[in-house]
């Protein structure tokens, strides 16, 4: 599947510079609470990285797409910024345990079936420190007025695109019960729902 993104990156990057609402209100909770080191888990190619880095985080970026990653360094590069940057996926993650004390993801973890899905759950609580939180952007189902409805069901509320540059990408949606407790490992703190499909969701690795 990086192969589709690849091509994004490639044809038509920094579509978008500006990073989310949401991301930003999630990076004042972190630093009021005297935390640093965030991983921007599918950094795409950089618009969060570059932000992380320029508000003075400690930054670090992965996606499983080559070009996405070389355009975040390009960009990284051009305004003299440093982070680190690492081509992997999200159901293994190459960090031992207990390495961030933030993890942010905005529109990638559904990107997958829900067997990768749970395992990138899963992947980004063993890489959080104890109480360490998690901020995420997911689909929330059902998918409305999506694709012009060209899309095919492959399992229970994962659809695939039939056409267009996302043909053949997984694409889970959410419905809010399912998403709190596909977060069982998590205290879930608040999911919130905009009017254009998405679920804005923070939660906090429990302290055991
Ligand atoms: C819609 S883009 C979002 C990029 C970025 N988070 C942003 O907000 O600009 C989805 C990104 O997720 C990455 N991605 C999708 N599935 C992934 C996986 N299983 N592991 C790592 N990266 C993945 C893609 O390569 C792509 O860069």
Redesign the pocket.
């Known amino acids: ?2 192969e589709n ?1 690849n091509a994004v ?1 490639q044809d038509r990057p920094y579509v ?1 510079k500006n990073p ?1 609402e949401g991301v930003i209100e999630f990076l004042k909770l972190i630093r009021e609470r005297g935390l640093h080191e965030v991983l ?6 950089g ?2 990285l570059v932000y992380l880095v320029r508000e003075g985080f400690c930054a670090t970026g ?4 080559l070009w ?1 990653t070389l355009r975040t360094k390009e960009w990284l590069t051009r305004e003299n910024l440093l982070a680190e940057l690492v081509c ?4 293994c993650l190459p960090w031992s345990g207990e390495r961030f004390d933030a993890v942010m ?5 559904h ?2 079936k829900i067997t ?1 899905l749970r395992r ?1 759950f899963a992947e980004v609580k063993r890489v959080l420190r104890p109480g360490g939180f998690f901020y995420a ?1 997911v689909p929330h189902f059902p998918p409305e007025d999506w694709k012009d409805g060209k899309y095919i069901e492959i399992e229970d509320h994962t659809f695939v695109p039939i056409e267009g540059f996302e043909q053949g ?1 997984p694409h889970h949606f959410f419905t809010e019960d399912e998403l709190v407790s596909e977060l069982s490992g998590f205290k879930v703190l608040e999911v919130k729902e905009d009017q254009r499909g998405k679920f804005f969701v923070l939660a906090r690795k429990k302290v055991v």
């Not at 992965?62 to 797409?65: E, F, G, L, N, P």
């Open positions: 599947m990086s993104w990156y978008n989310y921007d888990l599918g950094c795409g190619d618009r969060h992965m996606d499983y797409s996405g992997a996926e999200a159901a993801s905005v529109q990638v973890i990107h997958q990768a990138s952007v990408i």
